[in-house]
Each structure stands twice: as structure tokens, then as C-alpha cells.
């Protein structure tokens, strides 16, 4: 039987036969004019093809082999170009069957090729495709595969009853079933596989919310249903009581999901602070700057966003109190006693002396610091040089009748006073000491009676020699320490 292929073939080479529903389809290289050439037999390979020539269908290039594998009821072809600069291979998709248009693309130079000849059939073992091709220019064999995917398990299977397949990764897939495989009988069955995200539900961490706050318990959207343990239907909730809250979601192709997140709701955290700081300092409470004794509250946020109540218990120290007394003045051959009187105090005086007593014979600026609980206090006086003829009269400001012969009685320094007269009160009124006498002092006590420790009152009538008959006056208080 001579076959009628004029007009269609042009230096033909190699050919595939394929069966494609039914109809008989032989495909030819035409070396001479880079091309394909389709012959259609219908349905037996002995009736008289109707061909076409395909032309050059994309990027062909001195082409010289051709193979056809058909996976699935879909067709893919691979020609050989021999063109020594290129050496690429073309694909050919047949999107509508053999008997439908035939579409090319350059597939490159995959696998080293150098000049290739001719292409074998492509055979499959397992899920991998090969293909066997020959290299002119250096006599050598290019080895064209297709490794199956790797997010299936198995990859395949011979047996009659298959394991379950499994897919690692959304997607569409082929499956393909070949019964009587190399036998004149051999069928395929295929169909696709469309592999959905599985559902996947997070809650998050667990949370801590503040009393009378609440917190929103998000699912994530993309779901068909949401089932809450609480019995909300909703993608969200509002929680603001304690406890363990789970969700199941599901989505459009079925698949469950569960999460679940722990709330717990903090305590009110509350403190009390209690500090002391000394007269004259001062300290942040109540939301501004004290300087008094009292009870103050502040309200902050703490690091998880509640409210906090710092309750400051401030007590304020008394003053450190020193009083050296007037500035005064000092005669030639007179000498004055500085004392301060503070129990369990530390003193320092200008020269660094710690007694509580300083003896002043010179005029000149002295001074007293005392420490006494962390607090400290000072005071100054200024002991003026006495003009030449001109009265002065200067009194001690506390006195301490121990018996220890160190400022244990209470007088006044005088000079040039020609008339005296010192009286001492008690915070009645009541005189304890009367007396003319300038050389005479208190020694805190009166007919027999020891007076307690405690502030007294003294007033001293005086006149100087340099004004006689005009009268003078001096009071004060001064401090008795026992």
C-alpha cells in the first residue's frame, strides 16, 4: 500500500504514531524546511491520510527528532535541532488533542546536548519520565528525565489495592491509573486531585487582663463555621471572665481545626510605701511635691496596662534646731560660752570641735552644724569686737545644771553695766530667779526645788556707763537641759 503524502512531507526523519480517542495520528520531521508534518489515518492506520504540513511551530532549527508521550489524555512532544549554535530542544503542547493545534516553545540546551540526532521514545518508570537522545558532533548520549514531585507519598504503586496517597502541600495534581501496561489492551484512567489548605485556627499566647476589662479572642477569617466552648457562633468574642476558651473552626472543604488560649485576670495590685525624709526636704506623693507629714495616694498603670495604688505614708522629721542666740559683742579680757543643747546630735563647729560647748574669746563669725537622725541643721553668730567705752551684755541661750562644772549655770556676760538686774519666769509666770548681782547666775533650781527641763523667760534691767540713768531692757527665753 503506497501512502499519498505529496505537499506534506519534505526530507521527512523520524515519525511517532499515536492514538488519540479513537483516530490514528502520525507526526514527521521535515529536516529540509524545519517543520512538522501531521497525517491524520482516522480510525485505522490502513486508510489514506489526510496531511498538513504544521510549518515551523516554534522555533525550529534544522530539526531532526521527534518523541510523544501522552500522560492523562494530554499530549507532550519534544523535537531535537540539530543547529550547532543552539542545540536546543522545542516542547509541543497539544492543548485540544492531536487532531487540535500544535503550539512550540524553545525548551534550551537541556543536558549538555551537541548536535542532537535523533530522540528515543519517552518511557516512564515509576513517576519518572526518560528519554534517550543522541549527540552527533561528539558521539554521545544526553539522558532527558522528569523526576516525579516529591509532595506525594507514595510516589506510586503496582498494587491492586494502593496505600492511601498523601499530599504535603495545597495544589492540583494528576493521578494516573495504567492497567495491562506494554500490552496491546492497555488502558489509562486519570483525574485531578485539588489538594485544599488544611484549616489551621491560632489564638495566640495565653492572656492577662485587667478587672473590669476585656480582651477580643480572634479565630482569623477564611473559615466556613466557628464553634466556641462558650457557644458563640462568631469569629470573635469578647472575653473578660477567667478560664480556658476554645474554638473549632472548619472550613469550605471540611476540614477542623481546634486552638485554645487560658485567660486570666490580674489581681489589683496595691502598696504602701513609708518613708521619712527631714524638715526642709521634700518628696513626690499624691501627684505633687510635700513637704508635710500625711497620708497621700497615686494611681499608675502597671506593665499589663491595670491600675496601681501606691499609698505613701510621708512623716516629715521637726527641724534639727541650733540657736546660738543674737549676735552680740565681746570686750577685751571677757570670754562668751556658745552651748546648743540636742539629745543623741553629733555637732561640728567652724574649727571642727564636736562639744556642745564653744568657748569664744575674740570677735569673729562661729558657727555650729548638728546631725541628729540623718537630719541636720546650723546656725551662725557673730561675735562683734566691743567699741572703747560702750556697755555690752551678752546671754548664753541654754545652760545644763549637771554638776559636771561645764555650763551648769545660767548668767550674763556684762560690761561696763553699772545697774543689773536679771529676773527668770517658768511658762506660768512664775519668777524662779531674781537677783542684782552680776556675777550671780541660775543654777536651775529655787529654794530647794530643781526645776524640770523646759523653756524659761528672762528679762534684765540694765543701765551702761556711758549713759547713766537711761534705763535699758533685754528678755528673751533660753533653754534649760538636765
Same mark, same amino acid.
Given at each position: 500500500?503506497?501512502?499519498?503524502?505529496?505537499?506534506?512531507?519534505?526530507?521527512?526523519?523520524?515519525?511517532?504514531?499515536?492514538? %488519540?480517542?479513537?483516530?490514528?495520528?502520525?507526526?514527521?520531521?521535515? @529536516?529540509? $524546511?524545519?517543520?512538522?508534518?501531521?497525517?491524520?489515518?482516522?480510525?485505522?492506520?490502513?486508510?489514506?491520510?489526510?496531511?498538513?504540513?504544521?510549518?515551523?511551530?516554534?522555533?525550529?532549527?534544522?530539526? @531532526?527528532?521527534?518523541?510523544?508521550?501522552?500522560?492523562?489524555?494530554?499530549?507532550?512532544?519534544?523535537?531535537?535541532?540539530?543547529?550547532?549554535?543552539? %542545540?536546543?530542544?522545542?516542547?509541543?503542547?497539544?492543548?485540544?488533542?492531536?487532531?487540535?493545534?500544535? $503550539?512550540?516553545?524553545?525548551?534550551?540546551?537541556?543536558?549538555?546536548?551537541?548536535?542532537?540526532?535523533?530522540?528515543?521514545?519517552?518511557?516512564?518508570?515509576?513517576?519518572?519520565?526518560?528519554?534517550?537522545?543522541?549527540?552527533?558532533?561528539?558521539?554521545?548520549?544526553?539522558?532527558?528525565?522528569?523526576?516525579?514531585?516529591?509532595?506525594?507519598? =507514595?510516589? #506510586?504503586?503496582?498494587?491492586?489495592?494502593?496505600?492511601?496517597?498523601?499530599?504535603?502541600?495545597?495544589g492540583t495534581y494528576t493521578i494516573?491509573?495504567?492497567?495491562? *501496561?506494554?500490552?496491546? &489492551?492497555?488502558?489509562? /484512567?486519570?483525574? !485531578?486531585?485539588?489538594?485544599? =489548605?488544611?484549616?489551621?485556627?491560632?489564638?495566640?499566647? %495565653?492572656?492577662?487582663?485587667?478587672?473590669? +476589662?476585656?480582651?477580643?479572642?480572634?479565630?482569623?477569617? #477564611?473559615?466556613?463555621?466557628? *464553634?466556641?466552648?462558650?457557644?458563640?457562633?462568631?469569629?470573635?468574642?469578647?472575653?473578660? !471572665? !477567667?478560664?480556658?476558651?476554645?474554638?473549632? /473552626?472548619?472550613?469550605?472543604?471540611?476540614?477542623?481545626?481546634?486552638?485554645?488560649?487560658?485567660?486570666?485576670?490580674?489581681?489589683?495590685?496595691?502598696?504602701?510605701?513609708?518613708?521619712?525624709?527631714?524638715?526642709?526636704?521634700?518628696?513626690?506623693?499624691?501627684? !505633687?511635691?510635700?513637704? *508635710?507629714?500625711?497620708?497621700?495616694?497615686?494611681?499608675?498603670?502597671?506593665?499589663?496596662?491595670?491600675?496601681?495604688?501606691? &499609698? &505613701?505614708?510621708? /512623716?516629715?522629721?521637726?527641724?534639727?534646731?541650733?540657736?546660738?542666740?543674737?549676735?552680740?559683742?565681746?570686750c577685751p579680757g571677757d570670754h562668751? $560660752?556658745?552651748?546648743?543643747?540636742?539629745?543623741?546630735?553629733?555637732?561640728?563647729?567652724?574649727?571642727?570641735?564636736?562639744?556642745?560647748?564653744?568657748?569664744?574669746?575674740?570677735?569673729?563669725?562661729?558657727?555650729?552644724?548638728?546631725?541628729?537622725?540623718?537630719?541636720?541643721? +546650723?546656725? *551662725?553668730?557673730?561675735?562683734?569686737?566691743?567699741?572703747?567705752?560702750?556697755?555690752?551684755?551678752?546671754?548664753?541661750?541654754?545652760?545644763?545644771?549637771?554638776?559636771?562644772?561645764?555650763?551648769?549655770?545660767?548668767?550674763?556676760?556684762?560690761?561696763?553695766?553699772?545697774?543689773?538686774?536679771?529676773?527668770?519666769?517658768?511658762?506660768?509666770?512664775?519668777?524662779?530667779?531674781?537677783?542684782?548681782?552680776?556675777?550671780? #547666775?541660775?543654777?536651775?533650781?529655787?529654794?530647794?526645788?530643781?526645776?524640770?527641763?523646759?523653756?524659761?523667760?528672762?528679762?534684765? %534691767?540694765? $543701765?551702761?556707763?556711758?549713759?547713766?540713768?537711761?534705763?535699758?531692757?533685754? @528678755? #528673751?527665753?533660753?533653754?534649760?537641759?538636765?
Amino acid at each position: 500500500l503506497v501512502l499519498n503524502t505529496t505537499g506534506i512531507l519534505s526530507h521527512p526523519g523520524q515519525f511517532v504514531v499515536r492514538n %488519540d480517542n479513537g483516530n490514528w495520528y502520525m507526526l514527521v520531521c521535515n @529536516t529540509g $524546511e524545519n517543520s512538522i508534518s501531521r497525517l491524520s489515518f482516522g480510525k485505522s492506520l490502513l486508510n489514506q491520510p489526510a496531511g498538513e504540513n504544521l510549518g515551523n511551530v516554534g522555533s525550529l532549527d534544522r530539526v @531532526t527528532g521527534i518523541t510523544l508521550i501522552e500522560d492523562c489524555q494530554s499530549f507532550t512532544g519534544f523535537v531535537t535541532n540539530m543547529n550547532i549554535v543552539s %542545540d536546543a530542544l522545542t516542547r509541543l503542547k497539544f492543548p485540544n488533542g492531536l487532531a487540535g493545534r500544535v $503550539e512550540g516553545e524553545n525548551a534550551g540546551n537541556t543536558g549538555t546536548l551537541s548536535n542532537p540526532w535523533k530522540i528515543s521514545e519517552m518511557m516512564r518508570q515509576g513517576d519518572t519520565i526518560f528519554a534517550l537522545i543522541t549527540n552527533a558532533l561528539n558521539g554521545s548520549l544526553s539522558l532527558l528525565y522528569f523526576p516525579g514531585i516529591h509532595m506525594v507519598n =507514595p510516589a #506510586g504503586s503496582t498494587l491492586e489495592n494502593p496505600p492511601p496517597v498523601y499530599y504535603s502541600s495545597p495544589g492540583t495534581y494528576t493521578i494516573m491509573l495504567t492497567v495491562n *501496561t506494554g500490552d496491546s &489492551t492497555e488502558q489509562q /484512567v486519570c483525574r !485531578q486531585i485539588v489538594v485544599i =489548605p488544611g484549616a489551621t485556627v491560632n489564638l495566640g499566647n %495565653d492572656k492577662i487582663i485587667c478587672p473590669g +476589662s476585656d480582651v477580643i479572642l480572634d479565630a482569623g477569617d #477564611g473559615f466556613a463555621s466557628y *464553634t466556641w466552648n462558650n457557644g458563640s457562633t462568631t469569629r470573635k468574642i469578647a472575653v473578660n !471572665q !477567667q478560664g480556658k476558651y476554645k474554638v473549632e /473552626v472548619e472550613n469550605a472543604g471540611g476540614c477542623k481545626a481546634t486552638d485554645s488560649v487560658v485567660v486570666m485576670v490580674a489581681s489589683a495590685l496595691q502598696s504602701t510605701v513609708d518613708t521619712t525624709i527631714c524638715s526642709g526636704e521634700r518628696y513626690f506623693a499624691g501627684n !505633687q511635691w510635700r513637704y *508635710t507629714s500625711g497620708t497621700y495616694v497615686d494611681y499608675f498603670s502597671s506593665v499589663l496596662g491595670c491600675d496601681s495604688i501606691v &499609698t &505613701t505614708i510621708l /512623716v516629715v522629721k521637726p527641724p534639727v534646731a541650733v540657736p546660738l542666740g543674737k549676735d552680740s559683742v565681746i570686750c577685751p579680757g571677757d570670754h562668751i $560660752e556658745l552651748s546648743v543643747h540636742l539629745a543623741d546630735a553629733v555637732f561640728t563647729w567652724q574649727d571642727r570641735s564636736h562639744d556642745s560647748l564653744f568657748t569664744v574669746v575674740q570677735p569673729g563669725k562661729y558657727w555650729v552644724t548638728a546631725i541628729k537622725d540623718g537630719c541636720s541643721g +546650723s546656725d *551662725t553668730i557673730v561675735i562683734n569686737d566691743c567699741p572703747p567705752g560702750a556697755s555690752a551684755i551678752w546671754i548664753p541661750n541654754a545652760f545644763s545644771p549637771d554638776g559636771d562644772a561645764v555650763n551648769d549655770t545660767f548668767k550674763a556676760t556684762c560690761h561696763n553695766i553699772i545697774k543689773f538686774r536679771m529676773m527668770i519666769f517658768d511658762k506660768w509666770g512664775a519668777i524662779v530667779f531674781d537677783s542684782n548681782d552680776l556675777s550671780e #547666775g541660775w543654777n536651775g533650781q529655787s529654794g530647794g526645788t530643781y526645776y524640770p527641763s523646759g523653756v524659761y523667760v528672762f528679762r534684765i %534691767d540694765y $543701765e551702761g556707763a556711758e549713759a547713766p540713768g537711761e534705763s535699758r531692757i533685754q @528678755t #528673751g527665753t533660753l533653754m534649760l537641759v538636765r
